[in-house]
């Protein structure tokens, strides 16, 4: 058999990449009220894009759908190539972890035991080698403390590893349940409005964080209502509004669009931005 060296023509070229994530048609129901209206959405490999609109325009309840807390009514949701089942650990084992609006830490634990609560998900010691504490499990718990260390190097929380969780300062209780949420190993992860209550100081370290867990090779959708802090980081922004996905795209496109000025700020004015944000000038760009 013969083979050939000729390269790929137009025809054999391989197409765009498969997105990490990809949600398709998502709408969710409850009696007589359509929370989330046929979104679709993509996340790339090394992304980080933004899910931004007025409250109430459904994007914890789109977090739930793509996490397995809600079974969406229509729709599918796909994590490299395979449908996800709507069970939350079976999500996290795929590879997708989260943090909450409101912070949902274990307040009367360490620092450190909240992280290896995280790491769960990774180990496979039965019910005998954890009653037995055989040197499997031993080695299991090792390796689990390591890994919880290293996170909570990475997140800026080691020299507190041994603190009650619930000691800890705002800005640093949600730093630890980014650390909680990495320690499952994803490989995206999705934010929910990680610098709520944080002030411009802990904002801006929560950016860099943000930045920090993407060069590591994690993707990252995130909800936020500080719209600088959207555009500072998000490759593209999403915004939902009424259950439905009106826009879609980079800083200009998302700050320019009169649906948008007019969803946040009721009636679309000339030169107007969205609030938080400057207009864009070419300077910006």
């Given at each position: 058999m013969t083979t050939s060296n000729a390269p790929a023509t137009a025809d054999t070229a391989p197409g765009p990449a498969e997105p990490l994530l990809d949600v398709s048609g998502v709408t969710m129901r409850f009696g007589g009220l359509t929370a989330v209206n046929s979104v679709s959405l993509t996340v790339g490999r090394g992304e980080i894009i933004g899910l931004i609109g007025p409250n109430g325009a459904?994007?914890?309840t789109f977090f739930n759908c793509l996490t397995g807390l809600y079974v969406p009514t229509e729709g599918t949701v796909t994590y490299q190539g395979t449908v996800l089942p709507p069970k939350p650990h079976l999500v996290t084992q795929a590879g997708i972890a989260r943090t909450f609006q409101n912070i949902r830490l274990f307040a009367n634990m360490t620092v450190l035991e909240n992280v290896q609560v995280g790491r769960h998900s990774r180990m496979h010691q039965g019910?005998?080698?954890?009653?037995?504490r055989g040197p499997g499990y031993r080695r299991s718990e090792a390796e689990s403390r390591e890994r919880a260390m290293e996170l909570l190097?990475?997140?800026g929380l080691a020299g507190k590893a041994d603190h009650l969780a619930r000691n800890l300062p705002y800005g640093e209780q949600r730093k630890l349940e980014i650390a909680r949420a990495l320690a499952s190993d994803p490989g995206l992860l999705l934010l929910d409005e990680p610098t709520a209550g944080m002030n411009p100081q802990e904002t801006r370290a929560a950016e860099e964080l943000v930045f920090a867990?993407?060069?590591r090779g994690v993707s990252v959708l995130v909800i936020e209502h500080d719209m600088r802090f959207i555009f500072n980081l998000c490759d593209r922004t999403a915004v939902l509004v009424q259950g439905q996905k009106i826009v879609e795209g980079d800083r200009e496109t998302v700050q320019n669009d009169e649906r948008?000025?007019?969803?946040?700020?009721?009636a679309p004015l000339e030169g107007t931005a969205i609030e938080g944000t400057a207009p864009v000038t070419e300077t910006d760009q």
């Amino acid at each position: 058999m013969t083979t050939s060296n000729a390269p790929a023509t137009a025809d054999t070229a391989p197409g765009p990449a498969e997105p990490l994530l990809d949600v398709s048609g998502v709408t969710m129901r409850f009696g007589g009220l359509t929370a989330v209206n046929s979104v679709s959405l993509t996340v790339g490999r090394g992304e980080i894009i933004g899910l931004i609109g007025p409250n109430g325009a459904g994007k914890t309840t789109f977090f739930n759908c793509l996490t397995g807390l809600y079974v969406p009514t229509e729709g599918t949701v796909t994590y490299q190539g395979t449908v996800l089942p709507p069970k939350p650990h079976l999500v996290t084992q795929a590879g997708i972890a989260r943090t909450f609006q409101n912070i949902r830490l274990f307040a009367n634990m360490t620092v450190l035991e909240n992280v290896q609560v995280g790491r769960h998900s990774r180990m496979h010691q039965g019910l005998f080698s954890a009653v037995l504490r055989g040197p499997g499990y031993r080695r299991s718990e090792a390796e689990s403390r390591e890994r919880a260390m290293e996170l909570l190097e990475f997140t800026g929380l080691a020299g507190k590893a041994d603190h009650l969780a619930r000691n800890l300062p705002y800005g640093e209780q949600r730093k630890l349940e980014i650390a909680r949420a990495l320690a499952s190993d994803p490989g995206l992860l999705l934010l929910d409005e990680p610098t709520a209550g944080m002030n411009p100081q802990e904002t801006r370290a929560a950016e860099e964080l943000v930045f920090a867990i993407r060069d590591r090779g994690v993707s990252v959708l995130v909800i936020e209502h500080d719209m600088r802090f959207i555009f500072n980081l998000c490759d593209r922004t999403a915004v939902l509004v009424q259950g439905q996905k009106i826009v879609e795209g980079d800083r200009e496109t998302v700050q320019n669009d009169e649906r948008v000025i007019t969803a946040y700020l009721g009636a679309p004015l000339e030169g107007t931005a969205i609030e938080g944000t400057a207009p864009v000038t070419e300077t910006d760009q």
